[in-house]
């Protein structure tokens, strides 16, 4: 399941680059989806639901490997304060 909220995060955070709602809105359903399905079934870390949960997007990649500091994934285009 991480590899699927990776995904969808990295999507999300090309769509807010791009301002394109449609798509921000579909991966934030399917964001919501799998947190969802990770508190049913326990699955999820309780730093990666937190994450998800408060919608900080940016932390929950970078927990998950992802850099939430490249352009793809930072909101705007500019890299995310360290």
């Known amino acids: 399941m991480e590899t699927q909220i990776k995904a969808s995060l ?3 955070l090309a769509a807010i680059r ?3 709602g449609a798509c ?5 359903e399917r964001l919501d989806g799998w947190l969802a399905r990770g508190q ?3 699955t999820l ?7 998800l949960e408060k919608r900080s997007y ?4 970078q927990l998950l490997g ?3 500091g490249s352009p793809a ?4 285009g500019r890299p995310t304060p360290g």
């Open 10 to 12: 990295i999507a999300l």
């Open 18 to 20: 791009r301002a394109d």
């Open 24 to 28: 921000i809105l579909a991966e934030m």
């Open 40 to 42: 049913a079934d326990g």
């Open 45 to 51: 870390s309780p730093q990666l639901e937190h994450f």
């Open 58 to 61: 940016p932390k929950a990649l």
């Open 66 to 68: 992802g850099d939430p």
């Open 73 to 76: 994934a930072s909101p705007g």
